[in-house]
C-alpha cells in the first residue's frame, strides 16, 4: 500500500490555494513545498 505518492497532489493543493488566498507568502509557501517533496522523494523509496 503507498499512501506517500497520494499525498503530493493533496500538498500542491494545499500550496496552490495558500498562494491564491495569501500571494505574500509565496516565498514561504514553495520552499515548504520543496522540503516536504523533496522529504517525500527522499522517504518514499
Not at 505518492?5 to 509565496?26: D, H, K
Amino acid at each position: 500500500m503507498n499512501i506517500i505518492p497520494s499525498l503530493t497532489p493533496l500538498i500542491s493543493l494545499i500550496a496552490g490555494i495558500l498562494i491564491l488566498v495569501m500571494p505574500r507568502l509565496l516565498n514561504y509557501i514553495v520552499a515548504i513545498y520543496l522540503i516536504a517533496i523533496g522529504l517525500i522523494g527522499l522517504l518514499g523509496r
